[in-house]
């Protein structure tokens, strides 16, 4: 919708595609051939979600990364497609850094696997890429009310105060985000993934095992990440729910035109969590 919004106000064309046919079955090559078939000589921006609520399926973005730095080997910088990525469902397990990711912006809310409060969130992007970027809610931090006041250009303002917007914010879930990072690099993002890669392998392999179980998300550690979604036949979604609720696991479905139960093991999940999960639907 944000895109739409954009595409509206600027007459910029909007094209959907989808990376793959069957998620479960999804693989890094058909994501990475189809993302480059789909680059047309005007496209500009590709926006993509890193991991899919939808579908568990985890993208490869660096191969994507470098897919697209091919495409823009063979173009001038003004015409350079930037990758962006929602990575709200990978940030906070998987064990990478920003940069070897090789996307231009990465925009992940800080509530959910970083278990930070609501409201929070980050945007990083490359330095050479930012000036690319147009602020689009003035901001209210002194070195730029005070350009305002003389007239100067927006450029004389750091970059991150131009895109911090203003408005009263709820500074205490701010200042809560500080320890939420610290309680993850305390641990290590290598312990972190290792331990959520391994809950949810533990519960894609159980579901798969059983005849009355469709497991959707790959079972791959490379194409998933911590969302499993999963059908059982002759049940609908909110039956699982339900169901899985009696018996104290909290599970959700998927606010998509195609739903599924979703189940997604964290940090604070147990492996004993996971088998109790499981035996909910052993015949």
């Known amino acids: 919708m944000s895109l739409q919004l954009r595409a509206a106000r600027t007459g910029a064309k909007l094209q959907q595609i989808s990376l793959y046919q069957k998620p479960a079955t999804a693989s890094q090559e058909e994501i990475v051939d189809t993302l480059v078939k789909a680059v047309q000589p005007q496209t500009r921006v590709v926006a993509v979600t890193w991991v899919h609520s939808s579908t568990g399926v985890k993208l490869p973005i660096r191969r994507m990364s470098e897919a697209l730095a091919t495409i823009n080997a063979t173009r001038g910088e003004a015409d350079r497609v930037l990758l962006c990525v929602d990575g709200v469902h990978g940030f906070g397990i998987e064990n990478v850094h920003m940069a070897d990711l090789g996307c231009d912006f990465f925009i992940a809310g800080c509530h959910k696997w970083i278990f930070g409060p609501r409201g929070t969130g980050i945007v990083w992007g490359k330095p050479e890429v930012w000036p690319l970027a147009t602020d689009i809610i003035p901001s209210f931090s002194l070195e730029a009310y005070r350009a305002w006041l003389k007239e100067s250009s927006p450029t004389t303002v750091s970059m991150s105060s131009r895109m911090t917007p203003g408005g009263f914010h709820s500074f205490e879930h701010r200042w809560a985000l500080g320890a939420a990072f610290q309680f993850h690099q305390t641990i290590g993002k290598a312990r972190i993934a290792e331990r959520i890669h391994a809950l ?30 999963f059908e059982v036949e002759h049940v609908s979604p909110e039956q699982v729910v339900a169901r899985l609720l009696e018996r104290g696991i909290i599970a959700s479905v998927t606010p998509y035109a195609t739903q599924y139960a979703r189940l997604a093991p964290s940090l604070l999940t147990s492996p004993e969590e996971v088998d109790k999960t499981l035996r909910r639907w052993v015949s």
């Open 200 to 229: 949810n392998r533990r519960l894609k392999e159980g579901l798969a095992e059983m005849p009355q179980v469709t497991l959707h998300t790959p079972l791959s550690d490379e194409l998933s990440a911590g969302i499993v979604c």
